[in-house]
C-alpha cells in the first residue's frame, strides 16, 4: 500500500498529499486504513468510544420529538490525535433523516436565505427551487435543473465569502427545529451555553470536492462546529492547526454527526472523495418505511414496512392512524386527515402524571395531548435561546409538529422518491456554528 503522507517532497503540507491520494481516480486509492465508526473496535490506538449519560436537561421524549434516540443510546467515539473532536455514529431514529433530507432540499434554499445561484437567479420569496425543479428532473436530458446546481445555502449570520467575515446586519432566521436539535447536542457533551447561530447547507455530488481548510470567521472559537451528513458517504479528513500534521481519514455515513471543538476547533478539515453505494441506491437507513405512530413515539422495529424504491406493490401495506391500508392509498388518506385537521397525537395513555413537576409555563402551546405539550416545553428551552434570530414566522415552520406530520407525508413513496432519487448521486452537509462570544454582540467596527 502506498503511504498517503510521509514522502519527502510533501513533508510540509502532508494534509495536501493525503487529500489527492483520496481523492484520485486511477488508481483508486487503498481505503484500508480509513476509520469506519460503524464497524470499529473502541479503545485502539486511534479513538476511544465516549461515554454518554443521559442528560438531565434532556429527556427521551424531547430527543425523540427531533428524530433522536436517547442520550444515552448514542455512539460517540473521540481521536487521540485530534483533542475535542467527536464522532457521533447516527443517532437518528429509523425513518427520521428523511424529514431533515426535506428541510434541506425544499425549505432551507427559500427566501431570506442566500445560496449560490442568487448571482444567476432571482428568486422570490415564495419561491422554491425543488418544486420548480421536479418537472425538469422528470425529463430524459435538458441540461441540470436548478436544484441540481446548487451548491451551497446559508442562514442565520451569512458569512461574507469575499472578506471571510460575519457581518452584523447581514441574516436570516434560523430554523427553530435545527437551531433546537443542535444546542442540545452540544448540550449533551458539555456546551451547555451554546447557540446556533449560523449555518451552511452544502450540497455534494459523486465528482464534489470539498478541500482542506479551517473555518475561523466566528467570533467565538471555543464553541464547537456540529455537521450533519445525509445521503452519500464520504470520506472525511481532520488533521491538526498546520498541513505539516497527517490528517486522519474516516468514512462519513448518512446521519453521522461530527463535532469539532477544543484544539480541533481549528484544526484543517477536507472532504475529499464522495463514495457511491455500490448498487447505485440510496443508503438502506433511508430506503426502508418506518412506521407511522402517534406523537412522540419511537418506531418499532418490528413492525417497519420495507419497499423497493422504485415502486409500490398493490399489496403494499404501512400503518396509517393505527390501521393498515395499501402504501398506494397512504398519501391520499394522510392529505385528507391533515386537511379535515385529524388529531394524529392521539392522548391514548398519556395522562397528566406524564407532566414532569416545574416544566409548565405560562406560555406553552395550547395542546390537547399532554405528553406533546410537555414536548412542546421542553424543546423550546433549546429552541429559543436565541430568539433575535428566530422571529415567530421562522419558528411556525419546524416546531414539533411539523416534523410528525412531515414524516407521516415522507413515508409515501410517492411524496419521498424524488428526494431519493436526487440523493442516489448526491451528499447533503448541514454545518452548525455559534458566531458570537457568550452574552456578547457583534464587536465594534474599528473606524476607518
Same mark, same amino acid.
Given at each position: 500500500?502506498?503511504?498517503?503522507?510521509?514522502t519527502?517532497?510533501?513533508?510540509?503540507?502532508?494534509?495536501?498529499?493525503?487529500?489527492?491520494?483520496?481523492?484520485?481516480?486511477?488508481?483508486?486509492?487503498?481505503? $484500508?486504513?480509513?476509520?469506519?465508526?460503524?464497524?470499529?473496535?473502541?479503545? %485502539?490506538?486511534?479513538?476511544?468510544?465516549?461515554?454518554?449519560?443521559?442528560?438531565?436537561?434532556?429527556?427521551?421524549?424531547?430527543?425523540?420529538?427531533?428524530?433522536?434516540?436517547?442520550?444515552?443510546?448514542?455512539?460517540?467515539?473521540?481521536l487521540?490525535?485530534?483533542p @475535542?473532536?467527536?464522532?457521533?455514529?447516527?443517532?437518528?431514529?429509523?425513518?427520521?433523516?428523511?424529514?431533515?433530507?426535506?428541510?434541506c432540499?425544499?425549505?432551507?434554499?427559500?427566501?431570506?436565505?442566500?445560496?449560490?445561484?442568487?448571482?444567476?437567479?432571482?428568486?422570490?420569496?415564495?419561491d422554491?427551487?425543488?418544486?420548480? #425543479?421536479?418537472?425538469?428532473l422528470?425529463?430524459? &436530458?435538458?441540461?441540470?435543473?436548478? *436544484?441540481?446546481?446548487?451548491?451551497?445555502?446559508?442562514?442565520?449570520?451569512?458569512? %461574507?465569502?469575499?472578506?471571510?467575515?460575519?457581518?452584523?446586519?447581514?441574516?436570516?432566521? =434560523?430554523?427553530?427545529?435545527?437551531?433546537g436539535?443542535?444546542?442540545? +447536542?452540544?448540550?449533551?457533551?458539555?456546551?451547555?451555553?451554546?447557540?446556533?447561530?449560523?449555518? *451552511?447547507?452544502?450540497?455534494?455530488?459523486l465528482?464534489?470536492? !470539498?478541500?482542506?481548510?479551517?473555518?475561523?470567521?466566528?467570533?467565538? !472559537?471555543?464553541?464547537?462546529?456540529i455537521?450533519? #451528513?445525509?445521503?452519500q458517504?464520504? +470520506?472525511?479528513?481532520? @488533521?491538526?492547526?498546520?498541513?505539516?500534521?497527517?490528517?486522519?481519514?474516516?468514512?462519513l455515513?448518512?446521519?453521522?454527526?461530527?463535532?469539532?471543538?477544543?484544539?480541533?476547533?481549528l484544526?484543517?478539515?477536507?472532504?475529499?472523495?464522495?463514495?457511491?453505494?455500490?448498487?447505485?441506491? *440510496?443508503?438502506?437507513?433511508?430506503?426502508?418505511?418506518?412506521?407511522?405512530?402517534?406523537?412522540?413515539?419511537?418506531?418499532?422495529?418490528e413492525?417497519?414496512v420495507?419497499?423497493?424504491?422504485?415502486? +409500490?406493490?398493490?399489496?403494499?401495506?404501512?400503518?396509517v392512524?393505527g390501521?393498515?391500508?395499501?402504501? $398506494?392509498e397512504?398519501?391520499?388518506?394522510?392529505?385528507?386527515?391533515?386537511?379535515?385537521?385529524?388529531?394524529?397525537?392521539? #392522548?391514548?395513555?398519556?395522562?397528566? &402524571?406524564?407532566?414532569?413537576?416545574?416544566?409548565?409555563? #405560562?406560555?406553552?402551546l395550547?395542546i390537547? %395531548?399532554?405528553?406533546?405539550?410537555?414536548?412542546?416545553?421542553?424543546?423550546?428551552? =433549546?429552541?429559543?435561546?436565541?430568539?433575535d434570530?428566530?422571529?415567530?414566522?421562522? &419558528?411556525?415552520?419546524?416546531?414539533?409538529?411539523?416534523?410528525?406530520?412531515?414524516?407521516?407525508?415522507?413515508?409515501?413513496?410517492?411524496?419521498?422518491?424524488? =428526494?431519493?432519487?436526487?440523493?442516489?448521486c448526491?451528499? +447533503?452537509?448541514?454545518?452548525?456554528?455559534?458566531?458570537?462570544?457568550?452574552?456578547?454582540? =457583534?464587536?465594534?467596527?474599528?473606524?476607518?
Amino acid at each position: 500500500m502506498e503511504d498517503c503522507a510521509t514522502t519527502d517532497d510533501t513533508r510540509t503540507d502532508r494534509f495536501k498529499h493525503s487529500f489527492k491520494f483520496f481523492k484520485r481516480r486511477k488508481p483508486p486509492p487503498d481505503f $484500508s486504513n480509513v476509520i469506519d465508526f460503524h464497524n470499529c473496535a473502541a479503545n %485502539n490506538q486511534v479513538l476511544q468510544q465516549v461515554s454518554l449519560q443521559e442528560n438531565h436537561k434532556v429527556s427521551a421524549s424531547v430527543c425523540q420529538s427531533y428524530g433522536l434516540k436517547p442520550v444515552k443510546d448514542w455512539k460517540a467515539f473521540s481521536l487521540h490525535d485530534v483533542p @475535542g473532536f467527536i464522532f457521533i455514529q447516527d443517532p437518528f431514529l429509523h425513518g427520521y433523516q428523511r424529514y431533515w433530507i426535506k428541510r434541506c432540499l425544499k425549505d432551507f434554499p427559500q427566501k431570506p436565505n442566500v445560496c449560490n445561484l442568487d448571482a444567476h437567479v432571482t428568486l422570490k420569496d415564495d419561491d422554491c427551487l425543488w418544486d420548480m #425543479s421536479q418537472s425538469h428532473l422528470r425529463k430524459p &436530458s435538458g441540461g441540470k435543473s436548478l *436544484i441540481q446546481q446548487l451548491r451551497w445555502v446559508t442562514f442565520g449570520y451569512h458569512h %461574507n465569502w469575499d472578506t471571510k467575515v460575519y457581518e452584523e446586519d447581514h441574516h436570516s432566521p =434560523f430554523p427553530a427545529d435545527l437551531a433546537g436539535m443542535t444546542e442540545l +447536542i452540544a448540550d449533551s457533551f458539555g456546551y451547555h451555553q451554546y447557540k446556533a447561530e449560523a449555518a *451552511i447547507v452544502n450540497f455534494y455530488h459523486l465528482d464534489s470536492t !470539498l478541500g482542506g481548510h479551517t473555518d475561523h470567521s466566528e467570533f467565538d !472559537l471555543e464553541m464547537p462546529i456540529i455537521s450533519y #451528513s445525509f445521503g452519500q458517504s464520504a +470520506i472525511f479528513l481532520v @488533521g491538526g492547526e498546520t498541513k505539516e500534521q497527517t490528517p486522519t481519514a474516516m468514512f462519513l455515513h448518512s446521519g453521522d454527526i461530527i463535532m469539532m471543538g477544543g484544539p480541533s476547533r481549528l484544526a484543517y478539515h477536507a472532504v475529499p472523495r464522495i463514495l457511491p453505494s455500490a448498487d447505485g441506491n *440510496i443508503p438502506q437507513c433511508l430506503q426502508s418505511i418506518p412506521e407511522l405512530t402517534s406523537f412522540g413515539r419511537a418506531p418499532s422495529k418490528e413492525k417497519t414496512v420495507d419497499v423497493p424504491p422504485d415502486s +409500490i406493490s398493490e399489496d403494499s401495506e404501512c400503518t396509517v392512524l393505527g390501521k393498515r391500508t395499501d402504501l $398506494s392509498e397512504c398519501c391520499s388518506v394522510l392529505k385528507e386527515d391533515i386537511k379535515g385537521g385529524h388529531d394524529f397525537h392521539s #392522548s391514548e395513555s398519556n395522562t397528566e &402524571s406524564d407532566i414532569p413537576s416545574g416544566k409548565r409555563r #405560562s406560555n406553552e402551546l395550547e395542546i390537547d %395531548n399532554p405528553s406533546a405539550k410537555v414536548l412542546c416545553t421542553e424543546q423550546s428551552n =433549546f429552541a429559543t435561546r436565541n430568539v433575535d434570530l428566530r422571529d415567530t414566522k421562522a &419558528s411556525e415552520k419546524g416546531d414539533i409538529f411539523d416534523i410528525d406530520l412531515d414524516l407521516r407525508t415522507l413515508c409515501c413513496n410517492e411524496n419521498w422518491n424524488a =428526494f431519493a432519487d436526487y440523493l442516489k448521486c448526491s451528499r +447533503i452537509n448541514v454545518s452548525v456554528r455559534q458566531v458570537m462570544r457568550h452574552g456578547q454582540g =457583534f464587536p465594534e467596527k474599528s473606524p476607518e
